[in-house]
Nanobody, 119 residues
Framework: VQLQASGGGLVQPGGSLRLSCAASGFTLDYYAIGWFRQAPGKEREGVSCISRSSDGSTYYTDVVKGRFTISRDNAKNTVYLQVNRLKPEDTALYYC????????????WGQGTLVTVSS
C-alpha cells in the first residue's frame, strides 16, 4: 500500500493549487481518503475527507469550507484536493491517508507535499 501526495508549491495569497494523492496497492473505491496538514510549530490537523465510493460523502474542517474541494478519480486511483483562495495560514505540509471510513483510524500515510503561501 502506498500513498503519494504531490502538487504543492509556492503560491501568492489568493492563489490556487491542486494537490494529488496517488494510491497504489489497494482498491481506492473501498476506502476513505483524508487530507491533513501540519504547519511549522503546530499540531497536525485534519483538513478534509472523502468517503468510499459507495457513500461519496465529503467533509471539511471549518477554516477551509468554501475554499477547498476534495474529489476522487477511481480510474486514476487518485484523490484530489483543490485549494483555492489560499491564505498565508494555509502554509503547511499536506498529507493524505487511508481509512475505512472518514473519522476512523487512518492506517496508511503518504509523504507530504509542501504548500507555501507567501507574497
Amino acid at each position: 500500500v502506498q500513498l503519494q501526495a504531490s502538487g504543492g508549491g509556492l503560491v501568492q495569497p489568493g492563489g490556487s493549487l491542486r494537490l494529488s494523492c496517488a494510491a497504489s496497492g489497494f482498491t481506492l473505491d473501498y476506502y476513505a481518503i483524508g487530507w491533513f496538514r501540519q504547519a511549522p510549530g503546530k499540531e497536525r490537523e485534519g483538513v478534509s475527507c472523502i468517503s468510499r465510493s459507495s457513500d461519496g460523502s465529503t467533509y471539511y474542517t471549518d477554516v477551509v469550507k468554501g475554499r477547498f474541494t476534495i474529489s476522487r478519480d477511481n480510474a486514476k486511483n487518485t484523490v484530489y484536493l483543490q485549494v483555492n483562495r489560499l491564505k498565508p495560514e494555509d502554509t503547511a505540509l499536506y498529507y493524505c491517508a487511508r481509512a475505512g471510513r472518514c473519522g476512523e483510524e487512518y492506517d496508511y500515510w503518504g509523504q507530504g507535499t509542501l504548500v507555501t503561501v507567501s507574497s
